[in-house]
Every structure is written in C-alpha cells, then in structure tokens.
C-alpha cells in the first residue's frame, strides 16, 4: 500500500475517533446520529481502502460517484429527515475527497 493511503488512513482513523468521542447521552438524538452517520461513511471510506485494496486515485473516483448517486437521492427524497441525512453523507464524503485532494497536492491536512 502506498504512503499516501497509509497518510489518508490515518487521518480517516483520526476523525473517526474524534467524531466516536463527540457522542454523547446528553447531546441531542439529531446530533448524535449525524456524528454516526458521519462514522459510518468514513467507516466506509476506509474499507475500500483497506478490504477493496481501491488506490487514492481510484477511491477517488467511487467517492465522486456515490456523491453524485447520494445527490440524486437527495433530490427525490419527500422527507426531511431524510434529506438530512443524505446530506450529511455528502458532506462527510466530500470531506474525504478534500483529504484525498490535499495528500495528492502535498498541502497540509487539518482535521
């Protein structure tokens, strides 16, 4: 495996852990799913990586696509709850395309 996907694993592992740690009892329930939601795409992220074997380049290009599948989605859905939701999986996975893109350019990466 490359450097740059052990680089990109590692921040996905950090921001798992980050967002693992802002669930809370007492944070609301919209809260506290939105921060799982957020895991579970990253959670994903990181098993095409690490089960697939997708390269950055290639993990690139199946986040764009379901970004784009998610978008669709978005679009047609009736409740809010649910466009809430698909929303958040956008942001999360455009999140992991701004890691891809700043380990690619060799710029800093702050989470």
């Not at 590692?10 to 693992?20: H, P, Q, V, W």
């Not at 329930?29 to 795409?41: A, G, V």
């Not at 929303?87 to 999140?95: F, R």
């Amino acid at each position: 495996m490359s450097d740059d996907s052990e680089r990109l694993k590692g921040f996905l592992y950090e921001k798992i852990a980050k967002r693992k740690k802002q669930i809370h009892p007492e944070h609301s329930l919209r809260f506290n799913h939105d921060m799982q939601l957020e895991i579970d795409c990253i959670e994903w992220a990181l098993q095409k990586i690490e089960v697939n074997k997708i390269p950055n380049d290639r993990l690139e290009r199946v986040v764009r696509a379901t970004i784009k599948d998610l978008e669709k989605r978005k679009d047609k859905a009736m409740i809010r709850s649910d466009t809430d939701d698909l929303w958040t999986k956008i942001e999360s996975l455009q999140w992991v395309l701004f890691v891809i893109f700043a380990i690619r350019s060799k710029k800093m990466v702050i989470i």
